[in-house]
DNA sequence: ATAGTCAAGGTCAAGGTTGGTCAAAGTCAG
DNA sequence: CTGACTTTGACCAACCTTGACCTTGACTAT
């Protein structure tokens, strides 16, 4: 039975709970955990880095301090700026260049890439028959999508 | 009777029982079958590749494990059966449930369902106001998207 | 102000617990 | 006898736990 896991499950309940970012003390954790302190920077250091999606503050001294925040990254500002960028239509073509830049800058791995241009191609939507239908589905879909990669 | 194979009828019985994956140990296998824990990667190499139908993950350290996993059915084969099964159209929560079994069946990653769930669902597609276009739209989409996985 | 105290948190290395690798030696069918 | 497959064991790598010792900062007595 690992405690570094017990202890990171417990971090990252709290710091969801506490909407992103949770103020924690060292020693309280270690005493909870009945383990030594450094053992929960330990758990820090192996499963709270930036490459985990979390950042770590901390103060020393008297009222010290422990903060586990998740860190927005820099794949979710992008996404969050196409989003915001993509109004509520959407052309074949525009569509194609979203995703291509997208594509080009890593936002999106290759197997998304593909299957959002399947989701998007005019094939794909052909169902609509009015092209200002298939442009606002092309929108919204793409939105959709994107959103959920955040 | 050699005893890779031993392990190996071992190790196939236990991840049918626990459902088509099992965890296990390896220096508790070693001890069963009385052999060196070598012998043990031996014959995960040899018998438990994924040519052979099974994947396997493991970790070291306290709390280590080898974890071992049948494949499912060659991914394109359920794809393409899904895609033939579906008609020309597709409502919401025939599609939801698509995904649903297919992410259950590993056919598609937890990412590729968001995706593809959000490209699906109702709020993606309300610019087609009616009905019927919608199911048409999700048909051919999710085909479209899936014969691009392939 | 200054220095001391004490309550935090930080570092690091040693030791423990798994699993991994590789090559030598053994076995066995053809 | 030979080549493919199997068995072993010495050595390696990854991960976890613990504890001795260090640093920082708020507070307090002088």
């Known amino acids: 039975m690992r405690i570094s896991d017990l202890i990171a499950e417990y971090i990252i309940k709290v710091v969801a709970e506490e909407n992103g970012s949770a103020l924690l003390s060292r020693s309280e954790l270690a005493e909870r955990f009945r383990c030594v302190p450094s053992q929960i920077n330990y758990v820090l250091t192996t499963r709270f880095t930036p490459e985990h999606g979390y950042t770590v503050e901390s103060r020393r001294g008297g009222g010290g301090y422990i903060r586990v925040s998740r860190v927005q990254m820099t794949r979710d500002r992008l996404i969050m700026h196409v989003v915001n960028t993509i109004g509520s239509q959407l052309d074949a073509a525009s569509a194609a260049a979203f ?19 399947a989701a998007l191609s005019d094939q794909a939507l ?3 028959a009015d092209k200002n239908i298939r442009d606002m589905l092309r929108a919204s879909i793409l939105k959709r999508c994107l959103l959920q990669l955040t």
């Open 126 to 128: 052909a169902a609509a």
């Open 99 to 117: 995703l291509s830049n997208m594509r080009q800058a890593e936002v999106i791995s290759d197997e998304e890439y593909r299957l959002l241009a």
